[in-house]
């Protein structure tokens, strides 16, 4: 298997090749977004964000990075959304942003939580649907959608063809013998594209390392009703807030109860009205109640579905656990259930929110403890019976991190794919396939995009490095007004200080230190106000980590009288 190194930025595209480059989405698990390129046309597969970690303080999402298509927008001739999931279809709004007339192409439900999502930014956008088993072309791109299961409804796998070659990108899949809508992943037309030939297979890697096959999503049902059977209180589910066959399964179940369902979060409830309007949730009659009415009725008789299942500090159910919400309180006798699998890297988050949950003295449920969430993706056994249906020339692993793609592309070469046809890739690595072999050719720079209030990539690693410091270490500041042409100290120094010690008297020891540093600054004639501003801060910050044994930000601040 081609290994992960770096790599030069490539030559320009082989106009008879066809190019494939992910820019998010390989080595995380979130901002997927892959580029084909062929005939020097552009086509993207979806456009998703990726929610930020502890060690990112003040960030809202994390974009792909447009970077490497920036001055060629104007080559895209469309962009494809597998499904409505946040980490496919979030970012769709900032690219419009550069561009607002590239069409979308998507399932009914997918394109209806799109439009809904880009009229929060103004942006009325140009739709195709498309069904299953849809041909469609756009340019040098002839594409043929497929269902696949998962756990939103009409997701879609792309059969790409190309005069280059053909691809053949699953987004976010598992086989689901019994699903609870009856839309089954299309392992016909996957058979059918791999007797045509499929030259490079994308495949999902989430769940790669799992062994085995995902359970049924028709398993959840009876355990959230024993749940229900068990819970005297009120009942809070936290699931995502596109999750419609999770939310379906909570609505059967409140109704078999006598419970009233409100939603909670706004996302959770947009999307709902937009999955029932569709018809793709079911409401059983008089179940749903507007959340400000649900304190209406006993708390037996209610259950709260909500957003906020990966602990997100400003979602519904962090609100809950903090007794911050404005509306909802959580009491001893509740029942929260987790009906949602940890994203990676949000695990000290939900804990967080499950420990203050359990603090107050309510029940809570997750996936630990009982079976009220099965995943979406595809586990090795379910990978190794597609790979053995498609039997592709060459396969790419898309959708995960580092671990997830070597166990995917391991798996793919004990299925027959040659080892040297397992393209092993990262954010930015370009391949190109011609004449039926695909190759690693170089690689695009590819960072992280933050977005951070109405800032979009204006924040860096430094920058986040300063944040995470002020987090970790606190801040201190020292201030001082001076008269250079005397070399007098007229105020100060004084010094204040935030997250470093109980009580700024504790400065107190090193403020003569301080002062000496810049009245010898001072008397070897330094004027300027950055060297005194230096001077002050090497006095303080060696006294901090001595003593304190702490690296804090420290601001120095010098003026000139």
Not at 291 to 320: C, D, F, H, K
Not at 339 to 359: C, D, K, T, W, Y
Not at 501 to 514: G, I, R, T
């Amino acid at each position: 298997m081609t290994t992960f190194e770096t790599l030069k930025p490539p030559a320009p595209a082989n106009p008879a090749a066809l190019r494939v480059y992910p820019l998010g989405g390989l080595g995380e698990v979130g901002r997927n977004m892959t580029v084909f390129e062929t005939q020097g046309q552009l086509l993207i597969v979806d456009c998703g964000v990726l929610f930020p970690e502890e060690d990112q303080p003040g960030v809202d999402l994390i974009l792909p990075d447009f970077g490497p298509i920036a001055d060629r927008l104007d080559d895209v001739q469309a962009l494809v959304l597998t499904h409505g999931h946040e980490d496919h279809i979030g970012a769709v709004p900032y690219l419009l942003k550069l561009r607002p007339d590239i069409e979308l192409i998507g399932s009914e439900l997918t394109l209806a939580f799109v439009e809904a999502k880009l009229k929060e930014f103004r942006i009325n956008p140009k739709l195709r649907v498309v069904t299953e088993h849809e041909r469609v072309r756009y340019g040098a791109f002839d594409m043929e959608f497929v269902a696949v299961n998962h756990s939103i409804p009409d997701a879609m796998a792309a059969f790409i063809r190309t005069k280059a070659g053909t691809a053949l990108i699953t987004g976010d899949f598992k086989m689901d013998s019994l699903p609870i809508d009856g839309r089954i992943t299309d392992l016909r037309s996957f058979a059918r594209f791999g007797e045509e030939g499929v030259d490079l297979f994308c495949v999902d890697s989430t769940n790669a390392e799992v062994p085995g096959m995902v359970a049924h999503e028709r398993e959840i049902g009876p355990v959230l009703n024993r749940v229900f059977d068990e819970s005297q209180g009120q009942i809070v589910v936290a699931s995502f807030s596109s999750h419609v066959h999770r939310v379906q399964q909570v609505l059967d179940a409140a109704a078999s109860h006598d419970r009233k369902v409100a939603f909670i979060g706004r996302s959770m409830v947009r999307n709902m009205k937009i999955a029932a309007e569709l018809g793709y949730l079911d409401v059983p009659e008089g179940v749903i109640v507007d959340q400000r009415e649900i304190n209406n009725y006993l708390p037996s008789q209610r259950v709260l579905m909500a957003t906020g299942s990966q602990g997100e500090p400003m979602a519904a159910l962090s609100r809950m656990a903090h007794r911050e919400h404005r509306w909802i309180t959580l009491d001893p006798e509740d029942t929260v259930i987790f009906a949602s699998s940890l994203i990676p890297g949000n695990e000290n988050s939900v804990f967080r929110v499950i420990n203050q949950i359990m603090r107050l003295g309510a029940r809570v449920v997750h996936q630990a403890n009982a079976r009220v969430h099965v995943s979406g993706h595809a586990s090795s056994e379910e990978l190794l019976h597609v790979y053995n249906i498609v039997q592709p020339r060459n396969v790419m692993p898309i959708h995960g991190e580092i671990r997830h793609i070597v166990a995917n592309g391991a798996l793919a070469v004990k299925t027959g794919v040659p080892a040297d046809n397992v393209m092993l890739c990262e954010d930015g690595d370009v391949v190109d396939l011609y004449e039926g072999k695909a190759q690693v050719v170089g690689s695009y720079p590819c960072d992280y995009v933050y977005v951070d209030g109405s800032s979009v990539g204006e924040i860096d690693e430094d920058e986040l490095a300063g944040r995470r410091v002020l987090a970790e270490e606190g801040f201190v500041s020292v201030f001082a007004v001076v008269e250079t042409t005397t070399g007098t100290i007229l105020a100060g120094p004084h010094i204040q200080a935030r997250g470093v010690a109980e009580d700024d008297s504790v400065f107190d020891e090193v403020l003569p230190d301080v002062t000496d540093a810049l009245g010898d600054a001072l008397d070897r004639g330094v004027s300027d106000t950055h060297a005194l501003q230096q001077a002050m801060r090497r006095a303080l910050g060696r006294w901090v980590a001595r003593k304190l044994r702490r690296r804090p930000m420290i601001v120095p601040v010098v003026i000139k009288a």
